[in-house]
């Protein structure tokens, strides 16, 4: 039965596979003029408002994809792991979406904008660079038939402007390509929060380096002083929780970064971008700024690596001082247990040797009535007293010898 149930885990994992390679199909962009991309953070029912608002075309059966209309508007939207995306290309001439008028398009009370694009389609490579704000250093290159000019500059609403010349592409071949663009500058935009998250918690990490180097240099001092050994393990495990919160708040932004910027390297690599004139090119502009803000990331994370492994080297040596201090403590103890041990026997051997003469006092007091009775009757062949006296050093030699019998009984 656990077998059975296995398989049938197994062709549900496969089929979900198979429909991955065309869960996100892209859009034939014949005729099209303008186009309006924003990537949205996946909170609550953002999907479900959207959906609601749009007419829905077609609709995969995990709801991470939907197409539709609305105004004019065919929409896609797609669902990511902590975002989702809305596409809207019009064929209409028209300025399209203004930035403050997307929400009630999509019937969203507000927008949770994590990027916002809009392309501009034109018939003339002539009029590219013109459509651009003149005041912004335009990018650039010819991506196959493709060519594309921007600044990467948001304007004042935060949204980033691309104009596009493909007149010999196909529409499903147009599609593609711009899905690629898109994916590359949402997937860079969402790379380089992870930058930011760097930059708001240096000064934390900054102040735990800090401290920790203080707390190591004044370690020995501490060490000799009373009660040093626990202000110590207090002060470092201040650290190693502050340390611990610190990685916590941003090992997801940190590992989403990294994910984010191999996906924009590869589409940036299938974008296939050669120069046009003496433009620089979106690729190279992305790579010189993208490289070092994931470089900043990964130095991050090793300065809270390296932290990590200063805070347990400390343990480890205070816990070594303290394992070392209890070694030295338990011999003063056994040292004090053998004297008083010793002690002990000594006494024991006094209250032993007094036992003997008790013993024999008394036993030879005892005799001394049997002496008597003997030599009234005068079955004595010696004097009374020299009977007595005799019998002293005999019975002083049987008790003695049978306490010692008896203490070897009870060892």
């Not at 001439?93 to 969203?108: E, S």
Request: overall charge neutral; aromatic content about 4%.
């Amino acid at each position: 039965m656990s077998e059975a149930v296995s398989n049938k885990l197994d062709l549900d994992h496969r089929a979900a596979a198979l429909a991955e390679a065309h869960a996100r199909p892209s859009l034939d962009l014949t005729g099209c003029t303008h186009l309006h991309h924003i990537a949205l953070q996946l909170t609550g029912d953002t999907k479900d408002q959207i959906i609601a608002a749009i007419t829905v075309v077609e609709q995969s059966d995990d709801g991470r994809f939907v197409l539709g209309t609305v105004d004019g508007y065919v929409v896609k939207l797609e669902i990511h792991t902590e975002f989702l995306t809305c596409t809207l290309v019009s064929r209409a001439k028209g300025p399209g979406i203004d930035p403050g008028a997307m929400a009630d398009v999509l019937g969203l009370d507000r927008l949770d904008l994590l990027s916002d694009i809009k392309i501009d389609f034109i018939a003339a490579k002539i009029g590219l660079t013109n459509a651009l704000d003149p005041s912004h250093r335009p990018l650039g290159g010819t991506l196959r038939d493709m060519e594309v000019r921007t600044s990467l500059l948001p304007d004042e609403h935060l949204r980033q402007h691309f104009v596009i010349c493909a007149p010999k592409m196909s529409g499903h071949e147009l599609g593609r390509r711009v899905q690629r663009l898109l994916e590359m500058e949402t997937y860079r935009v969402l790379a380089l929060m992870g930058l930011e998250a760097s930059r708001a918690k240096q000064g934390e990490l900054v102040a735990l380096e800090r401290e920790l180097d203080a707390l190591v240099l004044s370690m020995t001092g501490m060490l000799a002083e009373a009660g040093g050994n626990r202000k110590l393990i207090d002060r470092f495990s201040k650290l190693a929780t502050e340390m611990n919160t610190l990685r916590t708040a941003t090992r997801f932004r940190f590992s989403a970064s990294r994910a984010y910027y191999n996906l924009a390297v590869q589409r940036l690599a299938s974008l296939d971008e050669v120069p046009s004139g003496e433009l620089q090119t979106i690729s190279g502009f992305v790579r010189a700024r993208l490289d070092p803000a994931i470089a900043t990331i990964n130095s991050f994370e090793e300065r809270l690596k390296h932290l990590s492994n200063e805070i347990s080297n400390g343990l480890s040596l205070l816990r070594t001082h303290i394992e070392v201090e209890t070694s030295q403590a338990n011999q003063q103890n056994l040292q004090t247990l053998n004297e008083r041990h010793r002690q002990q026997l000594l006494i024991s051997q006094t209250v032993e040797g007094l036992s003997i003469v008790a013993i024999s006092y008394y036993s030879v007091g005892l005799l001394s009535y049997v002496f008597k009775a003997m030599s009234a009757q005068g079955w004595l062949p010696l004097s009374l007293n020299l009977s007595l006296m005799i019998s002293v050093p005999i019975v002083i030699g049987v008790v003695g010898l049978s306490l010692r019998r008896l203490r070897k009984h009870w060892s």
